[in-house]
T-cell receptor
Framework: AQKITQTQPGMFVQEKEAVTLDCTYD???????LFWYKQPSSGEMIFLIY??????QNATEGRYSLNFQKARKSANLVISASQLGDSAMYFC??????????????FGTGTRLLVSP | DTGVSQDPRHKITKRGQNVTFRCDPI?????LYWYRQTLGQGPEFLTY????????KSRLLSDRFSAERPKGSFSTLEIQRTEQGDSAMYLC?????????????FGPGTRLTVL
């Protein structure tokens, strides 16, 4: 069965500093996708970044990058140059299988990030 | 606003009452998902539609829950005889496969409180 583990309930970072949010996963499938979502206090889930299991390069989207270490089954999110607006819950999620078929997302328990001035 | 919308945003009900939530996906998206998120947890998958067909249901979706997506557009999630354990945020997401990526766009959620 798929499982996502986020071991950091909360993280603190100072504005303009970089922060790494940890995520490890467990799957027996060879093909899978890894996602990070941000959930502000308003409740909506905002897609940040995606990494496919066959992607050879780490994904990057602006200030977000995904440190994908397949052998260690980890997919850590790195936020560079933190901003006050980055304060939110962050969820790591996994989807098994190919993109074109139905695949539900399995989420971790989240990490609450607080960015201080 | 062309994002996923959900209505209502908040619902307070008494135990035993029925409630219905609505989700309007992004118009060209053919896939629609429902998730439930309880306090301190990540979202958990409930059910999935491709167009109007309900193709997958989680075991979390007891027989008190029913979801529909008539005509493959908006979707409704009904909970009958609500229980206090049903209190949660109900999230809807829609997606369309683009360049091989099935990115799910989430709505703002409906927060249900069962008294």
């Amino acid at each position: 069965a798929q499982k996502i583990t986020q071991t950091q309930p909360g993280m603190f970072v100072q504005e303009k500093e970089a922060v790494t949010l940890d995520c490890t996963y467990d799957t027996s499938d060879q093909s899978y996708g890894l996602f990070w979502y941000k959930q502000p206090s308003s409740g909506e889930m905002i897609f940040l970044i995606y990494q496919g299991s066959y992607d050879e390069q780490n994904a990057t989207e602006g200030r977000y990058s995904l440190n994908f270490q397949k052998a260690r089954k980890s997919a850590n999110l790195v936020i560079s140059a933190s901003q006050l607006g980055d304060s939110a819950m962050y969820f790591c999620a996994m989807r098994e299988g190919e993109n074109t078929g139905f695949q539900k997302l399995v989420f971790g328990t989240g990490t609450r990030l607080l960015v201080s001035p | 606003d062309t994002g996923v919308s959900q209505d209502p945003r908040h619902k307070i009900t008494k135990r035993g009452q029925n409630v219905t939530f609505r989700c309007d996906p992004i118009s060209e998206h053919n896939r629609l998902y429902w998730y439930r998120q309880t306090l301190g947890q990540g979202p958990e998958f409930l059910t999935y539609f491709q167009n109007e067909a309900q193709l997958e249901k989680s075991r979390l979706l007891s027989d008190r829950f029913s979801a529909e997506r008539p005509k493959g557009s908006f979707s409704t999630l009904e909970i009958q005889r609500t229980e206090q354990g049903d209190s949660a945020m109900y999230l809807c997401a829609s997606s369309l496969v683009v360049r091989g990526l099935d990115e799910q766009f989430f709505g703002p959620g409906t927060r249900l409180t069962v008294l």
